[in-house]
């Protein structure tokens, strides 16, 4: 069969970090025919752009703390917590692996993602599939002040940010959909996304947050911004700080809603008693 005009030869990676097609250490190309990968786009993108091995295979505990420093700028600490607890958890070892691998379920792969289906019941390891009508809810979920609206973002490039009350909004409407996670899972997937709002923080005058764009591109294409680099150290502190900021913003945000669930049933209560008396 053959391909549409203008589109890229297939090829294959073969464990190298050089795409045979687009000859850039780092630039992207999506994974081809025969090449591993995993539920998280972080991993994967690390892959897409060359910083471990293409293909996804054969890869050691220090090819992936290199990939998210050089990629992602994550301190030393953190890379080294991230990968080596993670190889702890899945594995017990710290041998070479596939990046499917990393997709076991119910080890730090975990239900409710933010644009992955759950794992479903009897299956040994989790979706890779991206779900765009996921995607879609996600950036739906970024709720711009009116004065950002008015201004139209223009100090975060044209583009509204997501900030973490925005995160815990998606998460709260995630976990709501989907089988319940532990404390455990709750925590990491908090954590994902706080690095995210580490990588492309910005600050306006009217919200502190990263550029919707960004976020769609890397989550829905496992793509880094055209020319972006890091620009600072991420450190473990700094996750820490904004997962609990997620936290706390979810469980404010769960509490509203029950409160509105709480009042309707209160006065549908109260309407069914004055039915009852008429």
Same mark, same amino acid.
């Given at each position: 069969?053959?391909?549409?005009?203008? #589109?890229?030869?297939?090829?294959?990676?073969?464990?190298?970090?050089?795409?045979?097609?687009?000859?850039?250490?780092?630039?992207?190309?999506?994974?081809? %025919?025969? $090449?591993?990968?995993?539920?998280?786009?972080?991993?994967?993108? @690390?892959?897409?752009?060359?910083?471990?091995?293409?293909?996804?295979?054969?890869?050691?505990?220090?090819?992936?703390?290199?990939?998210?420093?050089?990629?992602?700028?994550?301190?030393?600490?953190?890379a080294?917590?991230?990968?080596?607890?993670?190889?702890?958890?899945?594995?017990?070892?710290? #041998?070479?692996?596939?990046?499917?691998?990393?997709?076991?379920?119910?080890?730090?792969?975990?239900?409710?993602?933010?644009?992955?289906?759950?794992?479903?019941?009897?299956?040994?390891?989790?979706? *890779?599939?991206?779900?765009?009508?996921?995607v879609?809810?996600l950036?739906?979920?970024?709720?711009?002040?009116?004065?950002?609206?008015?201004?139209?973002?223009?100090?975060?490039?044209?583009?509204?940010? @997501?900030?973490? %009350?925005?995160?815990?909004?998606?998460?709260?409407?995630?976990?709501?959909?989907?089988?319940? *996670?532990?404390?455990?899972?709750?925590?990491?997937?908090?954590?994902?996304?706080a690095?995210?709002?580490?990588?492309?923080?910005?600050?306006?005058?009217?919200?502190?947050?990263?550029?919707?764009?960004?976020?769609?591109?890397?989550?829905?294409? %496992?793509?880094?911004?055209?020319?972006?680099?890091? $620009?600072?150290?991420?450190?473990?502190?700094?996750? @820490?700080?904004?997962?609990?900021?997620?936290?706390?913003?979810?469980?404010?945000i769960?509490? %509203?809603?029950?409160?509105?669930?709480?009042?309707?049933?209160?006065?549908?209560?109260?309407? @069914?008693?004055?039915?009852?008396?008429?």
């Open positions: 069969m053959s391909l549409p005009e203008g #589109s890229p030869p297939v090829h294959k990676h073969d464990n190298k970090t050089v795409c045979p097609v687009t000859r850039q250490t780092h630039g992207f190309c999506s994974a081809q %025919e025969g $090449d591993s990968r995993s539920p998280c786009p972080a991993l994967n993108t @690390m892959a897409n752009h060359g910083y471990i091995p293409r293909d996804g295979k054969n890869l050691g505990p220090q090819d992936l703390v290199h990939g998210l420093k050089a990629c992602y700028g994550l301190s030393n600490p953190l080294y917590f991230l990968v080596y607890a993670g190889f702890a958890v899945i594995f017990h070892k710290f #041998s070479r692996i596939n990046l499917f691998e990393l997709g076991r379920h119910g080890a730090i792969e975990h239900d409710a993602s933010l644009v992955h289906h759950d794992t479903p019941a009897g299956e040994k390891f989790a979706p *890779i599939a991206i779900d765009r009508s996921l879609n809810a950036v739906a979920d970024v709720k711009p002040g009116q004065k950002e609206i008015e201004a139209k973002s223009h100090r975060s490039g044209g583009q509204f940010l @997501m900030d973490t %009350e925005d995160v815990a909004r998606a998460r709260a409407r995630r976990e709501k959909e989907c089988r319940p *996670i532990g404390s455990v899972a709750a925590e990491i997937a908090r954590g994902e996304m690095i995210v709002l580490g990588m492309w923080e910005r600050k306006t005058e009217m919200k502190t947050g990263v550029p919707v764009k960004y976020v769609r591109r890397w989550i829905s294409e %496992e793509r880094l911004p055209d020319g972006w680099k890091p $620009d600072h150290v991420q450190t473990l502190l700094d996750v @820490m700080k904004r997962a609990k900021g997620i936290k706390t913003a979810s469980e404010k769960r509490k %509203e809603a029950a409160d509105l669930a709480g009042a309707a049933n209160s006065k549908e209560s109260q309407l @069914m008693t004055i039915n009852k008396t008429l």
